[in-house]
């Protein structure tokens, strides 16, 4: 069996007050549902930067080496033909397409990189616990153990000012 | 509480003195110990222009966040004002080179009886009165709005009065436009006629990115001996980030901009052109790779993280190696034109002057930040550079 | 390699007695049997032709489309012998039109002739060809053409029309009425021979010799001077001193391919030549010949004759005679005179004018400075204008009165170009029997009741004797298309001599012509070798009855005298290098070439000075009445003498093919009949400003070179002393000539081009040459009007100095093949690229249009298919033809080694890369090095100046390695550094600065 | 975050996120007005000429336009350049002021990014009927063929290839990305049940989890720092079009800058022309400002002011190189026969911004709008200037001609025009046209109802 505690709040500011008083209480918030990015709510839930730029920067790179590699073999390995004089490893020319690959590959590594660690994608199926977190709700998640677990929680929560204090089971 | 008065110890003066020396020595040097008198003078044209630019963009900086409305910038402002205190020295320092024979010694439209069939069609832009006219409207017109907006600035922080900081603006506009200008034709006529029967369109603007980015790397270096000596605690890493993000896209910039002038010369092939970029590949081969290396690659490569944009064990060398790849840069731009490739090197002449122009600009730079408290906390957006995150 | 003359197909056949032999010898003699059995049955002797026929049209299919599938093919069942497929062969031939003439070699490729190429063993021509010469080859290929024998415009048979000819013929003959027989000048001598036998049988018969562009006043001067109506031979090359009076004798005067060769041989510097001869051109209009003239003076067509007086009378001075009295003139004859005097025994001073008075004065002229038999040889007498325009006035006359009862018209067309062409046909009205023998639809064939359709030269036999002792044959090279006969067949026919015409000429020079010979080898060997040459030259001379005698002449100064220099608006009426007479306005080739001076085409416009111009308050385009009578608009044209206007002959025809009717206006009507002969120079026209404006087509629009040194000049003095002068910037820019990247190297081949400008004189013949040889589209006027003509080669023309007496300079440009082209660098498809020979290479097929190269050229020479003007596109139904070049018959002149273009592609000069990749291909299966010389493209071939030398530039001796070496040598646009391959030479004038 | 009481509310009115959501979303929800059906008439029937034009092109050819063997390219190019100049804006807005951290492009980004995405769609459109041979265009692409042949990587028109399409993607991806909250608040406002499948399955199962705001963030700054050079590089590369020639007039090396800052010039007078009628229409005008308006004015300034100093140095350094080519290209420019395109362009792009020093005039609506029009017109022209007169008078004055439109030619740019207008009347009905969630993380800093208090 597992259950868990939605709670919410009608104002970011209330939520990240609320938030530290539930930390201090010791009590580990899940996930933090908001209709916008929360300035400070990654530093309160304590979460670590992201590692997608690594991603960007590998796909990046990845991207600039086969963009030059190709150009660079096809016109000195493959097929060298001589285009008005210019020499046929002609770097300079080499420049726009290797960047234009670079970001390309870049932009979509990380794109998809994002969509596969959010789990989210086209017809994703997610659970969607308020309407209105992507209109003014500010709802928290927190999972529950057991019966007294849940309702020490609940006391923190209707103490840290949250409203429509919810268990939750799910099978 | 912080230290708002920035005092200028002797043991700093002394440093910019002996500095000074080592330029005077190798001045002295350069005359009389057998180099060049060309050597020497594109030496003294290069220092000049230099640091000129240097405080320039210092002026710039503060000029263009002015009229941006931008607000974080105030906390480091002084430290860009203090630079472009400089700009009336250098002003005077160049004038001085060129009335004093370095006009005549590198610039060769300068010999009428040397004049070509090209040269002759310029004549009406290449002389040596209207020359001189032109350099003292940029130099006036540049120490005046430096002394100006300074006023402005000051007088905001003294006063808080909301008609200093229109008036700041509005200076800052006029400084804006008229630099937009003056320092395009000015890069024609100091660097550009040196191969004057060389031309590029985007040569003005190209000089400008590489200042740009020397300029704010000099302002990291300026807030970084200040820190170390114990002031500006107000500047924060996000200070320092929002200056590395600079120094990091102007780098780039600068290098889209040297791609942009050297593959379409590349790519066309016309004598006329290629010319320039012949001698350089001839006789400065190495410099000639070097300038991209410290003025692309490092930089872009160690300021790419965003760690390495907020601490000063890279910040710092960055901002070392990017002032020293301007320096070749613009050692490129001069030498092949005013020395030539076989007269041309790098010794005891290029590096004292260096040294000595270092050290006058760090002389009146710190000099200036005495004059006024370090923060302006009068500011209107004192308060928003204070409490300024950025969460990227 | 040589190319190799084959004799005609007919002469190739096999002999009827091998074939027995071969009968035994299996499978393959049967089908050969079957073959030649196929062949012998009467009707069937078009079978090849057809084989061939169908063939070429599915391979033109095959070469016109780049993606188009195989419509139709129909193989070779049986390969005939003399074909092989992809290969050409060249047959000698002669072209003459009745004004014209050249020795000519035939390109035949699978039973077609395809080109028409110079014949350099004839000392008439050398190799020489023009405008319209290289475009007879599409005449062939006319849509015009009359396919059968025609009764009253309905399709008839041969017997039929011989039957009821004969009859009336008989009849008229028996009741001593009068036929006529109305051809223009007859050079072949067994044509004449023809006609002779002709009138034997039916003495009634009269042959008048009617010439469009006629000679009379010449033919009449000499008659006065020396007994006898000839025109004589004109030596170019021997003059010193050459003045020209309206003589356009570059472009269109008597034998402009001939005048050409001499000129420009006296004129060329190089090879070590540094002597070059001075031409001056008196002309009103500005004329081909007058715009590469050293100096040029203008003068009035009225004020002509009053000023060859005064120079004949500067010149009797100059000899001691005592000075006559008589109105001055403003040109300086004075001076003049003086240098004539100074070069006597080696000037020549020749005249357009067709009047007798005004040749009798020239007559004199040049016998005062002894420049007969010298410079003027009158013991060879130029045969192509025998024409006394006055005898075609008489017959005119007759037939009016209704004196003429049969008129057999041989290829002439005087309901279009008689002047009084009102009063010819209500004469050929009152004429019972009218016969024409035209090959392509024309106005007259169109009022007559009988058409017997005469062959295409290139499918008939012929000969012909354009100066006293120069022969030359002309073969078929393809079987007549079409149901046709040569015309001197009819006559042979209607004369009861069933002969053949080739077994008639043969038996002619068997008869006449070889006992000219040594008579060493037989009959056989001189016969086969002449077909193969193309030409005999014997040698004879023909000598005029009397010396010259000057009693004309001194009656035509005196008479010249009392004439005055008035103050009225000339016309002068013209034949331009393009569709010269009209007689070949059918073609479409001719139709888009741009004029050498006006740079238009399509039309035929009225000539203006800038001067008259202002005054009328007319620019280009405004259309102006001439005499009220006919209305055309205007080219303002620098150099044109104050009022003298020019407006071009040959243009309104009404009752021919597609791209001619309606073209332009006929001005023969124009022309003034005096005494009975023709004067191409009209006096004293009234100009009215019509409404509205007319669009022409012109190639060219703007005349200033900028002050930029695209064309370099200087002149032979300063040459003499310098042979860099005029083209001194070329050290500066060589010396700054620097690449930033190492510039290729060819090794083997590395192809150039040199220019000589100053052989160049803008006859156009290298244009109409290349768009034969490359398959150039067409595009008609409307696209001219765009500015959107495909020519590959073009001869830019450009006006220095003062616009009211300009000097003119030319040059000739196509793709320079640039070794750092700036055109390849840009095209994406990598469409465009260098090969290893230092070509310009365009991949057709792999062109997607973007254009870019295009405008990357600096020399604007690459052309763009803006819409299917081949037929050639993917999709149907858009083909845009309005000359009607795609048609079956059309298409047969393509040129099968080179790709029609499709829709949506960029072309351009290839240095005719097919015939680089033939020669190499024979040096290589000879096992040796290409020769110097040895691959000519189209231009080169053509230029009856020689102007360009292709070939090796890695051979340093080679002979373009050489021009590129002179000093006067240099490249378009250097300083930009695209490394041409083509090098132009400086042009030298003969004038003092 | 504290942010200075002399700024300006970049929201009016006094609102809560909930209001915000309800304000934003009105245009989507209902029938469309009249005044959307007649738009939408009248700019199909645009993009229908442009249909016809095309397939006249297709079919007849480029013969069907007014070039000739001189002047290769005209309109086509000059309608590329300009809708690829157009397309700038969008990716500008919302990459480089994100980087430059302006607060106000949050009301803007999302339509001025679609007004990119359909400009580089109308604008792709020209290379592609530009070729001759339009149904072998797939030649460009490097794909393995039989006879083993690649594409020429020096040629500046397959640079563009490869960075229209690269440019064309990443602005999709990054619209998209800061698209997915906002479907979701669609998603989950829809009351009709088809309508939340659709927009559920777009929006990607948007939560709003911390985790993915924080990821979204990053993705949304790090496609910020992607896309800022790669709308510097795009324009560049357009430029590398005419400046890698040795056409005079073309081959200049100051094309690069001049020509981005003239496409963020253009953009944002297309922006503008489009926002200034979107607000009043949608009735944004709480969250489009006039302080948006003059914002962008202030970019409009300094691009054409840029774009000014760029010509005159061009200008000057034509007749400073000395080359006789180089001087009569510009002199022809601003005397030939195509002067008056010349003058047309320097008084819409130089002369007119200027007036927005004035602060009364940047800040009305009415001469914003004009003067947006005007330097839309300003820009066409340039590329006009640029493309035609270098071309139609170039090296060998044998070869001068004149060029004249066609209407198929006007029918191709009418049709783009009726294409964008089309796509941009779809979107507005289709996406919530302003950025929900941006606009409410901003709503408390600096809204009009801002606390301030907050963060002391």
């Not at chain 2, 500047?235 to 600068?254: A, P, Q």
Request: charged letters at 20%.
């Amino acid at each position: 069996m597992n259950k868990y505690i939605t709670a919410y709040y009608d104002d970011e500011e209330d939520l990240l007050r609320g938030l530290k008083q539930i930390k201090a209480k010791g009590i580990e918030v899940a996930d933090v549902l908001t209709p916008f990015p929360v300035h400070g709510l990654d530093k309160a839930l304590g979460m670590s930067r992201s590692k997608l730029t690594r991603v960007a920067f590998a796909g990046g790179a990845v991207g600039a080496i086969i963009g030059f590699g190709f150009q660079a073999w096809v016109f000195t390995q493959a097929y060298p033909l001589n285009f008005g004089g210019k020499p046929f490893f002609a770097v300079p020319s080499f420049i726009p397409v290797t960047f234009e690959m670079a970001v390309l590959f870049a932009a979509f590594s990380m794109v998809f990189a994002f969509l596969i660690s959010n789990k989210i994608g086209p017809g994703a199926k997610t659970v969607i616990h308020d309407e209105r977190i992507t209109d003014d709700r500010f709802l928290l998640v927190v999972n529950v153990q057991d019966e007294e677990n849940a309702h020490t929680i609940e006391a923190v929560l209707n103490d840290a000012g949250a409203h429509g204090i919810t268990l939750i089971k799910k099978n | 509480m912080e230290n708002l008065t920035f005092i200028l110890k002797k043991k700093t003066v002394t440093i910019f003195l002996v500095m000074i020396a080592v330029g005077v020595l190798s001045l002295a040097y350069g005359f009389l110990g057998g180099v060049e008198v060309k050597r020497v003078a594109a030496n003294l044209l290069l220092n000049n222009y230099y640091f000129l630019s240097l405080g320039l963009i210092g002026l710039f900086f503060v000029t263009v966040h002015t009229i941006a409305e931008s607000g974080w910038q105030t906390s480091v402002q002084r430290v860009g004002e203090a630079m472009s205190a400089y700009i009336p020295v250098g002003g005077g320092l160049l004038l001085l080179f060129f009335v004093l024979g370095g006009l005549h010694s590198i610039y060769p439209w300068t010999h009428s009886d040397h004049l070509d069939a090209i040269l002759l069609k310029k004549v009406a832009y290449l002389n040596v009165p209207f020359f001189y006219v032109r350099l003292l409207v940029f130099i006036g017109v540049w120490s005046l709005l430096a002394h100006y907006v300074r006023k402005a600035s000051v007088n905001l922080d003294l006063h808080g009065d909301m008609k200093y900081f229109n008036k700041m603006r509005t200076l800052s506009a006029i400084f804006i436009v008229t630099y937009a200008v003056t320092s395009v034709v000015s890069s024609w006529d100091w660097l550009m006629s040196l191969d004057p029967h060389w031309f590029s369109t985007l040569y003005g603007w190209y000089i400008f990115s590489s200042m740009l980015a020397s300029g704010f790397a000099m302002l990291i270096l300026v807030i970084y001996v200040l820190k170390r000596m114990g002031y500006l605690s107000h500047v924060n890493d996000e200070h320092m980030h929002d200056l590395g993000k600079y120094l990091f896209g102007f780098s780039i910039f600068w290098a889209y901009l040297w791609f942009s002038q050297y593959m379409l010369i590349w790519y066309a092939n016309i004598p006329e052109e290629t010319i320039y970029y012949l001698e350089r590949h001839k006789y400065f081969t190495n410099i000639f790779y070097v300038n991209l290396i410290l003025n692309f690659v490092i930089p872009f490569f160690l300021l790419m993280t965003r760690k390495s944009k907020r601490v000063f064990t890279v910040l710092v060398p960055v901002s070392v190696i990017v002032i020293i790849g301007h320096w070749v840069d613009l050692y490129m731009a001069i030498m092949p034109g005013a020395v030539g490739g076989e007269a041309s090197g790098i010794g005891i002449v290029e590096i004292g002057l260096t040294i000595g122009y270092l050290g006058i600009f760090g002389l009146v730079t710190f000099w200036s930040l005495t004059k006024a408290p370090l923060a302006p906390k009068n500011h209107p957006y004192y308060k928003e550079s204070m409490d300024y995150h950025t969460h990227y | 390699m040589e190319n190799k003359y084959f004799k005609s197909l007919e002469e190739l056949r096999v002999d009827p007695s091998r074939e027995l032999e071969e009968q035994s010898a299996g499978d393959k003699s049967f089908i050969l049997k079957l073959q030649r059995e196929s062949a012998a049955l009467p009707p069937t002797s078009r079978r090849d032709f057809l084989k061939a026929f169908g063939f070429t049209i599915a391979s033109a299919a095959v070469a016109s489309s780049c993606e188009q599938p195989v419509r139709k093919a129909i193989p070779f069942l049986i390969q005939p012998e003399s074909i092989i497929p992809g290969k050409a062969s060249y047959y000698a031939s002669t072209f003459y039109d009745g004004i014209e003439y050249s020795s000519v070699l035939v390109k035949v490729r699978d039973g077609r002739p395809i080109k028409i190429e110079g014949n350099s063993l004839s000392s008439v021509t050398k190799g020489g060809t023009n405008a319209r010469t290289q475009a007879s080859v599409l005449n062939l290929y006319d849509n015009a053409r009359y396919k059968t024998p025609l009764k009253d415009g309905s399709e008839t048979s041969w017997e039929q029309v011989d039957a009821e000819v004969v009859g009336k013929l008989k009849e008229i003959n028996n009741r001593n009425g009068k036929i006529v027989l109305l051809s223009s000048s007859v050079i072949s001598p067994s044509t004449t021979a023809a006609i002779e036998e002709f009138a034997q049988v039916f003495p009634v018969v009269q042959h008048v010799e009617y010439d469009v562009i006629s000679a009379s006043g010449i033919l009449e001067a000499n008659h006065a001077s020396f007994g006898q109506a000839f025109v004589p031979s004109y030596r170019f090359d021997k003059a010193d001193l050459i003045v020209s009076f309206d003589a356009d004798f570059l472009g269109s005067w008597l034998s402009p391919v001939e005048y050409t060769k001499q000129y420009v041989k006296n004129r060329k510097l190089v090879d070590g030549q540094k002597k070059m001869s001075r031409h001056i051109q008196f002309e009103g209009t500005m004329s081909l010949t007058g715009t590469n003239a050293d100096y040029r003076v203008q003068m009035r067509p009225s004020h002509q004759k009053l000023v060859l007086a005064n120079l004949l009378n500067e010149l009797k001075a100059l000899n001691g005679e005592l000075k006559a009295s008589m109105p001055e003139v403003s040109q300086d004859v004075k001076s003049l005179a003086a240098e004539l005097m100074k070069h006597k025994s080696a000037s020549l001073v020749v005249c357009g004018s067709n009047n007798k008075k005004t040749q009798l004065l020239v007559n004199e002229i040049n016998n005062l400075l002894g420049n007969y038999s010298v410079t003027i040889e009158t013991d060879v007498i130029l045969k192509s204008r025998q024409g006394i325009d006055s005898r075609m006035t008489q017959l005119v006359s007759e037939m009016n009165e209704g004196k003429v009862d049969a008129l057999i018209v041989l290829d002439v067309n005087p309901l279009y170009d008689y002047p009084e062409v009102t009063k010819f046909a209500e004469g050929l009205k009152k004429v019972g029997l009218t016969v024409s023998m035209p090959v392509v639809t024309d106005e007259t064939s169109a009022a007559v009741t009988y058409i017997c359709p005469d062959h295409h030269y290139l499918e008939a036999w012929n000969d012909a004797e354009i100066k006293t002792g120069f022969y030359s044959l002309a073969q078929p090279a393809i079987r007549p298309i079409f149901n046709t006969r040569a015309a001197q067949e009819s006559l042979l026919r209607w004369a009861g001599n069933t002969t053949d015409f080739r077994a008639y000429i043969s038996n002619y020079w068997e008869k006449n012509i070889y006992p000219k010979t040594d008579g060493l080898f037989g009959f056989t060997a001189f016969w086969n070798k002449c077909l193969h040459d193309g030409i005999f030259e014997s040698g004879e001379k023909d000598l005029v009855p009397i010396a010259y005698t000057n009693a004309a002449s001194i009656e035509a100064f005196e008479s010249a005298k009392g004439s005055s220099a008035g103050d009225v608006i000339d016309l002068v009426l013209y034949s331009n290098v393009s569709v010269g007479s009209g007689k070949h306005a059918n073609n479409p080739w001719l139709q888009e070439l741009p004029d050498p001076v006006t740079k238009a085409c399509w039309d035929n416009y009225i000539m203006i000075s800038p001067r008259l111009a202002d005054e009328l308050n007319v620019v280009d385009e405004q259309l102006v009445s001439i005499n009220g009578s006919v209305t055309l608009p205007v080219i303002v044209q620098p150099g044109q003498e104050y009022k003298t206007v020019a407006v071009a002959l040959g243009y309104g025809r009404q009752q021919t093919g597609v791209p001619a009717n309606g073209v332009g206006k006929n001005l023969y009507p124009m022309l003034s009949l005096i005494e009975g002969t023709k004067s191409f120079d009209v006096y004293d026209v009234q100009l009215a400003v019509e409404a509205g404006t007319y669009p022409l087509a012109k190639t060219q629009s703007h005349h200033s070179m900028e002050g930029r040194e695209l064309i370099r000049d200087t002149s032979l003095e300063a040459y003499l002393e310098d042979p860099q002068s005029g083209n001194e910037t070329r050290l500066e820019v060589k010396k700054h000539l620097k690449s930033l990247y190492p510039e290729a190297t060819f090794d083997g081949l590395h192809w150039g081009m040199a220019i000589d400008l100053n052989a160049c004189t803008g006859c156009n013949a290298c244009v109409v040459a290349c768009s034969s040889e490359n398959n150039v589209p067409v595009v008609g006027k409307e696209q001219v009007i765009a500015s959107r003509e495909m020519h590959w080669i073009r001869i830019d023309r450009y006006y220095k100095g003062d616009p009211n007496d300009p000097e003119v300079v030319r040059q000739p440009v196509m793709c320079q093949h640039c070794d750092n082209a700036p055109c390849e660098n840009v095209c994406p498809v990598a469409a465009t690229t260098h090969s290893n020979e230092g070509l310009n290479q365009m991949a057709y097929n792999r062109c997607i249009g973007t254009r870019y190269c295009a405008n990357n050229c600096p020399y604007k020479v690459r052309r763009f298919n803006f819409l299917d003007y081949t037929g050639a596109d993917s999709f149907t139904g858009n083909t845009y033809d309005p000359t009607d070049m795609t048609t079956d018959l059309r298409r047969l002149v393509l040129n099968p080694d080179v790709t029609t273009r499709a829709k949506g592609v960029i072309e351009k000069c290839s240095f005719c890369v097919q015939r680089i990749q033939e020669k190499k291909l024979v040096a290589k299966t000879e096992d040796r090095q290409l020769r110097d010389g040895e691959v000519v493209p189209a231009c080169a071939q053509a230029c009856p100046a020689e102007a360009i030398v292709f070939g090796n530039l890695n051979d340093k001796n080679s002979k373009v390695s050489q021009y590129f070496a002179s000093e006067r040598n240099y490249h378009l646009l250097e300083e930009i550094h695209t490394l041409p391959s083509v090098g132009y030479l400086t042009k030298v004038k003969n004038k003092t600065v | 975050m504290y942010v200075s009481p002399l700024r300006e509310p970049l929201i009016r009115g006094s609102k809560d996120y909930s209001q915000v959501t309800k304000d934003i979303l009105a245009p989507m929800a209902g029938k469309p007005s009249k005044y959307w059906y007649m738009g939408i008439t009248l700019s199909g029937a645009a993009a229908l000429f442009g249909a016809w034009a095309t397939f006249m092109t297709v079919y007849y050819g480029i013969g069907t336009w007014g070039l000739n063997k001189t002047v290769g390219w005209a309109w086509d190019i000059t309608n590329f350049v300009w809708w690829v100049g157009i397309g700038h804006a969008g990716t500008f807005i919302s990459a480089i002021l994100l980087l430059f951290r302006q607060k106000w492009r949050t009301s803007i980004n999302r339509s001025a990014e679609a007004m990119t995405l359909i400009a580089i769609a109308c604008a792709g459109f020209f290379p592609l009927i530009h070729m001759g041979r339009l149904l072998l265009g797939f030649f460009i692409l490097p794909y393995p063929n039989t006879r083993a042949l690649w594409v020429n990587f020096n040629s500046p028109l397959l640079w563009d290839v490869f960075a229209i399409t690269t440019y064309l993607l990443v602005s999709l991806v990054f619209w998209y990305i800061g698209l997915i909250p906002d479907l979701g608040t669609v998603r989950d406002k829809a009351s009709n049940k088809i309508r939340k499948a659709i927009y559920g399955f777009l929006s990607f199962g948007w939560t709003g989890s911390a985790k993915h705001w924080s990821r979204h963030e990053t993705v949304s700054l790090i496609l910020a720092g992607l896309a800022a050079p790669l709308v510097l590089s795009v324009h560049t590369i357009v430029s590398f079009d005419f400046a890698t020639s040795v056409i005079p007039g073309w081959h200049t090396t100051i094309f690069p800058p001049y020509f981005v800052s003239g496409a963020v010039f253009s953009g944002f007078a297309m922006v503008l022309t489009l926002l200034i009628v979107t607000r009043k229409a949608l009735n944004l005008e709480e969250y489009i400002t006039v302080g948006h308006i003059e914002n962008m004015n202030k970019v409009i300034i300094i691009t054409g002011s840029i774009v000014g100093i760029a010509y005159i140095t061009e200008f000057f350094m034509a007749w400073y190189s000395g080359v006789e080519y180089e001087q009569y290209a510009f002199i022809n420019r601003a005397t030939g026969p195509y002067a008056w395109a010349y003058w047309i362009m320097m008084t819409c792009n130089v002369i007119t911004p200027q007036l927005f020093w004035f602060k009364k005039i940047r800040t009305n609506l009415v001469a914003t709008f004009i003067i947006s029009i005007f330097v839309n017109i300003g820009m066409w022209f340039e590329r006009f200037v640029i493309v035609v007169t270098s071309l139609h008078r170039d090296y060998l004055p044998s070869s001068w001609v004149m060029y004249k439109p066609t209407i198929v030619e006007i029918g191709l740019y009418v049709g783009t025009l009726g294409l964008f207008f089309t796509l941009f009347l779809l979107f507005i009905r289709v996406f919530p046209v302003i950025a929900i969630a941006e606009v409410k993380s901003v709503l408390k800093s600096s809204g009009d109802n801002k606390k301030d208090s907050h963060h002391e």
